[in-house]
């Protein structure tokens, strides 16, 4: 792995671990300064909600920067501010008299966090892409992506180590209790950033006269002098406004942010939930200490790291078939069996619910098996779609649009499916809420299986846009166009002349 797609590796980690930790530290807290789960819920949701909503200004605002300054630069800025977030939520403290104010501090330094995690999914997409070949492309941005499935399995592992090395806080302590074992969990979000440190800097120099730039140098300037670099004229040939005029884009960008709204819808939504979820498999009552210790069934901790376990290598699938098999494909049988997951867990779940442990296993099998589907499936496809989809002059613009759109239905998931829960089971039981929550979950899936058929396209083995790595520009001796199956979406697009035989075959069989 080459060290642009090294740091982009690291940057995905450090964001997905930002974004599981605070399931179990929201759990912590609630019981040390709230006295139990359900008596600041409403600060809960509020802290939650904030890290998303930051993460889509950073995903708009970074994906601009990206274009303007540099992949390289913007994303040294984004880690920074990443690296600031995760430090001062450790430190959370009320803000006043009201000790589950430390959840509206925790709110506020999360929202500066999200800002930071929200510009990596772009630079970090568009950067691993960018340094890859044709044949390769999507096999590295599924291996940087990757690193997100190993975040959501080491969060729950960090935060039962750190709760096994220094307790659990007594329930009602308050300040009282230092709390040590969730500030270290959210202190090491910063770990990552740290660590990026030494490897962030600019491109190798010292090249004299009209030596060529390092593929580290491209990456780190604006497209706009890559252009004039390349004897082409020094201002963009599109810009944003210019291409969203393009009637070409139109149906891609409908593709690559609706795909990843309504994927979010579920994923977040679904993760930000599962404690709520896990427990009613379970049947863990809420009682007077938090569920972060024991076996299995009362043990949070464990239960995420089990759910995340099954998920893990769907991750992996996808690198292996991404290059194979195709983004587009991909997608389509994710969301397809994203639904039957879910809906084979609302429709089953009194049957499974009165088979005593052996059917708790099977639910716990089922839920585990959405999250693996949508990892060797929307999760890893969404990621690269945008990043080479779009002309290189906007690419990170649009890339962050489509990001943010995934993020608004996070927003839109972690606010809805707890209170669908709530509202569905004070009429109709327990039971009820959980099954009509699972089959809105399928519902979903299923509108993301349509929309994928209709504007998604398989770009495997197609140059990119601008063939804006130099990799691009030193081998392709020219292009033709070639047409790309891919539902009413798609588009004559700009195909190297030397393309390899394998990619013309893929495209051919596509």
């Known amino acids: 792995m080459n060290r642009k797609l090294l740091i982009s590796a690291i940057s995905n980690l450090s964001t997905a671990y930002n974004l599981v930790i605070i399931n179990v530290s929201h759990v912590t807290i609630a019981y040390q300064y709230c006295g139990g789960a359900d008596a600041c819920s409403a600060q809960v949701e509020a802290a939650s909600t904030a890290v998303l909503v930051g993460a889509i200004l950073g995903q708009l605002t970074f994906g601009y920067i990206g274009d303007c300054v540099g992949r390289s630069a913007a994303l040294r800025l ?3 501010l990443s690296l600031f977030g995760a430090t001062i939520s450790a430190a959370a403290v009320p803000l006043g008299g009201d000790s589950s ?3 509206t501090f925790l709110a506020l330094s999360r929202f500066v966090l999200g800002v930071g995690v929200g510009g990596v999914y772009p630079l970090s997409a568009t950067i691993a892409t960018e340094s890859s070949s044709n044949a390769e492309r999507g096999r590295n941005a599924s291996l940087v992506f990757s690193m997100q499935g190993v975040a959501n399995l080491a969060a729950p592992l960090v935060s039962w180590a750190l709760l096994a090395v220094f307790g659990v806080p007594a329930t009602g302590s308050g300040g009282a209790d230092p709390g040590l074992a969730w500030r270290l969990a959210l202190a090491l979000g910063a770990l990552p950033g740290l660590l990026l440190v030494p490897c962030m800097g600019e491109g190798r120099g010292g090249q ?6 390092t593929a580290d140098e491209r990456m780190s300037a604006p497209i706009a002098a890559l252009r004039a670099e390349a ?3 020094a201002g963009p040939s599109s810009t944003l406004l210019s291409t969203l005029r393009q009637r070409k884009y139109w149906s891609k960008l409908l593709g690559t942010a609706g795909g990843w709204f309504l994927f979010d819808i579920t994923f977040y939504g679904n993760s930000l939930f599962q404690p709520t979820v896990l427990s009613s498999v379970f049947h863990a009552a809420a009682g007077d200490a938090p569920p972060l210790q024991g076996d299995l069934a009362h043990n949070l901790c464990a239960q995420m790291a089990v759910v995340a376990a099954i998920g893990l290598p769907g991750y992996y699938v996808s690198v292996w078939l991404m290059d194979r098999v195709g983004r587009r494909r991909i997608q389509l049988q994710g969301f397809a069996c994203m639904a039957a997951a879910f809906a084979a867990l609302g429709l089953a ?10 059917g708790r296993v099977a639910m716990l099998l089922l839920y585990g098996l959405t999250f693996f589907f949508s990892n060797f499936g929307p999760n890893s496809t969404t990621f690269i779609l945008p990043s080479e989809t779009f002309p290189p002059e906007v690419r990170t613009t649009l890339n962050g649009f489509s990001a943010a759109m995934g993020k608004l239905g996070a927003t839109l998931g972690s606010s809805a499916f707890k209170p669908m829960k709530d509202g569905i089971s004070a009429a109709w039981g327990p039971a ?14 299923l509108a993301g299986f349509a929309l994928t058929y209709g504007f998604v396209e398989d770009r495997r ?26 539902g009413l979406g798609a588009a004559f697009l700009t195909v190297p002349a030397n393309a390899t035989a394998e990619a013309r075959v893929r495209r051919e069989a596509a």
């Open 101 to 103: 104010s430390v959840l």
């Open 78 to 80: 984004t880690m920074a």
């Open 349 to 358: 779940y009194d049957s499974l619910e009165s088979a005593g442990a052996g």
């Open 231 to 233: 004897g082409r004229p």
């Open 461 to 486: 083995g197609i140059a990119m846009e601008g063939a804006a790595t130099a990799r691009e520009e030193d081998n392709n001796g020219g292009a033709s166009a070639a047409p790309i199956e891919g």
């Open 208 to 213: 004299g006269g009209g030596a060529r730039p």
């Open 432 to 445: 009820a809420g959980l099954r009509w929550t699972m089959l809105a979950c399928a519902a979903v899936s």
